[in-house]
């Protein structure tokens, strides 16, 4: 399929997939009760479901083209922010936060700063390899994020089981649920400003791709350079993590659906990675709302859509050598 | 049918003791019992005596248990009230998390910790040799290695008002406590009697419980918190749910349910006053009304099955229903309570 067709197709899918999203939910909405400017209608939408929209559309956005821009620097199809211990590193934030802080924006802070700082110390203890090879972020990605877990698992142990436990086993599941309109603001904009810089940088970014040596060849300071494009995905996916919880899959699906649809890496592949990650999140997060009469955890259902692909991915490239 | 039925017996009961009232009837009957228990010797039961715990295992115990080891924290509240918390040699972890204790038996606190229903200190539990261990039924294996080693264990399972009397019974019989084991449970359900003035009210209104960990988690239909509700003449609005632990629900759906009257559980991480600071409540009929309520928690957690948990519908009928049941009314009720069975001074 042409690019700019799978670009246009998946853009329709995801107004769509917005559009139902405002109307799916335990809270009876209609056109005429909102026209007719029905009060807690009116409340319910531009309080409840427009934010949680919002979140759903731009979360599975940054989550797909973080996860593109992480496939790409690294050159492995199986790259995810995860691998630099940003999930493990929120996860241990906000769990420290359920546990020491009140209110659901002191969580939200306490994760992204989790996030922040295992991210940090990932890349600086990298910088230490004087080479330059990007496997050294990974390893020492794979260290902070063994660190984070224990840190994380130390602070389960702490926790009581009928009331914190629960609410950072839930949290680590990930749901859109009960995000509050005033606290998406802040990172929303973080999330919009960091996708600008991934798309002015794309042409770089792709660079990257091509390898080091040939990169380093066309004039592009390789170093520098991915430690820009990978700290900006990173803030952005800190972002909606930290809101929203751990979302599984989104990061490492998206990119995997846009190769497939253009067969080629560059700015148009970004974006239909980031189109299809906002599909794949909203349409997620539908489920999760209206499927049982409870709330269910919304990475049950990126995942439950995730794992198959990704089996299915790899048994393709088996019959294709 | 099964509502009917319950008011057509609440009706009945009611009327039969109108004429002198449940609350007064229920301090007699305390009163009673605080008498009782001066004069009762205890008659030593022959042992060895088999009993069966709550998982259905068959339990020798071959004399009379001088020291107990109790795991959690609803069959030691009920060891206090039956008076044998002198003989507890090990309890369960975060003792002094709980008010009760060091109210009506502080040297609890310093007992040597055996752990919790996650993280059971097997071997610290052994060193302790205690003639009989009282753990919850999650440790059946942890029961089945001591059993082994020759340490008597029931296992308890005090998951509902019928478990929790079903507990104590089997308590009376094992640590030979029988006559005050009948107090115990004849206290309770003369405190059920009293709150069930509430179900006699012509209206039940719809109440939102959220629970301990964050407002959106709530007690569905065939949790213990959910029967409470039904027992305070209230009908909790989440009893639509199938569930049997807390379930998570959204903004929306509460504002759909729009409850009259909304409680917090007893050990809730948020107060009452987040409740109604949070705009996303605003305009529910709970919030708007000021009824939002928070379940006490200075003495024990009642809306957990423990001896006074009894108590904790009885509250609830003070908040849904305070022309039928009175805060004051309440007030003597839970004084009488633990003052006769757990030897709280209120005075002091």
Known sequence: MKLKSSIYITAMALAVMAVVSLFVGKYPLTLPGLLAGHEMQLKVFFRLRLSR??????GGVCLGVAGFVYQTVFRN????????????????????GILFLSGAAAVTAASFAGALLAVILALSLAALDKTGKSGTIVLSGIAVHALAQTLLMGLKLTADPEKELASIEYWIMGSLNGVAVERIFPNALLCLVCLAVLFLLHRQIVLLSVGEEEAQMLGVSVTALRLAVLLTATLMVAAVVSLTGLISFVGLL???????????????????????????????????RSVAATELPVSIFTSLIGAPFLVWLIVRRETRA | MKKIAALLLALVLTLSVAACGVVEQTQEIMENIA??????????????????DQMGREVTIEGYPETLVSGYY?????????????????????????????LAAPELIELPSVGTAKEFDLEGCIALEPDLVILPQKLKDAAATMEELGIDVLLVDPENGELLTEMIELFGVALDCRPAAEDLITAMESIEEATMEALLSSS??????????????????????????????????????????WVEVSYEQVLEWDPEFIILASDASYTVADVYDDPALAG???????DVYQMPSDIEAW???????VLGAAWIATVLHPELVSAEDFAQLSRDFYETFYGLDYEA
């Open chain 1, 53 to 58: 929209t919002v979140l759903g559309v731009l």
């Open chain 1, 77 to 96: 199809p199986l790259a995810s922010p995860d691998i630099i211990g940003v999930a493990s590193g929120a996860s241990a934030g906000a769990a420290a």
């Open chain 1, 254 to 288: 998206a990119p995997h659906g846009a190769r497939l649809l253009t067969k080629r890496d560059h700015r148009g592949t970004m974006a239909l990675s980031g189109l299809l990650g906002g599909v794949l999140l909203c349409f997620a997060d539908i489920l999760a």
């Open chain 2, 35 to 52: 008498v009782e228990d001066e004069l009762t010797v205890e008659a030593v039961s022959a042992y060895p005596v088999t009993v069966t």
């Open chain 2, 74 to 102: 609803i069959s030691s509240s009920a060891l206090i009230a039956l008076g044998q918390e002198d003989k507890l040699v090990g309890i369960e972890a975060k003792a002094d998390k709980r008010p009760i204790y060091s």
């Open chain 2, 204 to 245: 039940l209104p719809t109440v939102y419980l959220a629970g301990n960990s964050s407002f959106l988690s709530t007690a569905p239909n065939g949790m213990y918190q959910s029967d409470l509700i039904a027992q305070a003449g209230g009908v909790n609005v989440a009893a639509e749910i199938e569930d049997a632990y």
């Open chain 2, 284 to 290: 529910c009929t709970a919030v708007e009304n000021g």
């Open chain 2, 303 to 309: 809306d957990s099955p423990v001896p006074g948990g």
